[in-house]
């Protein structure tokens, strides 16, 4: 592939053939040259009739993993094989708004930050939008971060070799937020739009689902992060109730 490509946009593909022609339609329809590398993480589904639709895109690399390797795994290979300068992350199920990478671009060359977020808003399983966003602060510190993490994956816009240097590890765990915290605590602040340019897809069957599965989840990657038990309790806890909080805005607003 010839063309220039100033964003890599990273997809990793797992039982998503129902949704997964909107993620990629909004991701190819953002006016800033682009690849999107979708991941195929063994999929069981009919994954690959849906690829056939862009397989005359140049822009569309299609790959396909030996065996399931998890999401985390599956978007670490594709930042690996990444030709822009700046890495996306967009999941299947998810989608974007017009104009947001470019918003994104222009953010992150005013700031000269490495990383950059949006606002979202929660969408039904079915895809039906609900009006209820998510908002973030137009500045994310390590400290704030550690108190609430406000950045949602399928929003990031990072610097390749950022990304490359904090791969997702601990899929155990929140393996995203263990990698904004690594690049925030190195970086120092990350930049937000603070509008809805994510339709973010909820859903029982994900990994944040389960409540109490979710909990352990944060804690270890509070753990996985350098802090000790105590430490790890106590900044949870403080997770928990901006948690809490954050969904009684998005719904009370609306």
Request: charged share 25%.
């Amino acid at each position: 592939m010839g063309q220039e490509v100033t964003v890599s946009v990273i997809m990793p593909a797992y039982q998503c053939e129902k949704t997964i022609r909107q993620a990629i339609d909004s991701a190819l329809a953002q006016e800033v040259p682009l690849e999107l590398i979708v991941v195929n993480d063994q999929s069981p589904d009919d994954l690959d009739t849906v690829m056939t639709r862009y397989a005359s895109d140049e822009r569309v690399r299609y790959i396909k993993n030996t065996k399931n390797l998890g999401a985390a795994a599956s978007r670490n290979l594709g930042v690996e094989l990444a030709r822009g300068g700046y890495v996306a992350f967009l999941d299947a199920d998810d989608w974007w708004a017009e104009g947001k990478l470019a918003r994104q671009l222009a953010a992150l060359e005013q700031t000269k930050s490495v990383l950059c977020s949006t606002g979202r808003e929660l969408v039904t399983p079915e895809g039906q939008l609900t009006g209820r966003v998510i908002g973030v602060r137009e500045k994310i510190t390590y400290r704030s971060l550690l108190l609430h993490n406000c950045i949602n994956c399928s929003s990031v816009l990072v610097r390749t070799e950022v990304a490359r240097e904090f791969p997702m590890q601990h899929e155990d765990s929140h393996e995203d937020y263990i990698t904004w915290l690594g690049i925030l605590k190195k970086y120092g602040h990350a930049v937000a739009i603070n509008e809805p340019l994510l339709k973010y897809r909820l859903s029982s069957g994900g990994k944040s689902g389960d409540k109490l599965k979710s909990a352990r989840m944060t804690y270890w990657a509070y753990r996985y992060a350098g802090f000790g038990p105590l430490s790890a309790a106590g900044l949870f806890c403080a997770y928990a109730v901006n948690g809490v909080l954050k969904y009684a805005r998005a719904y009370l607003k609306h």
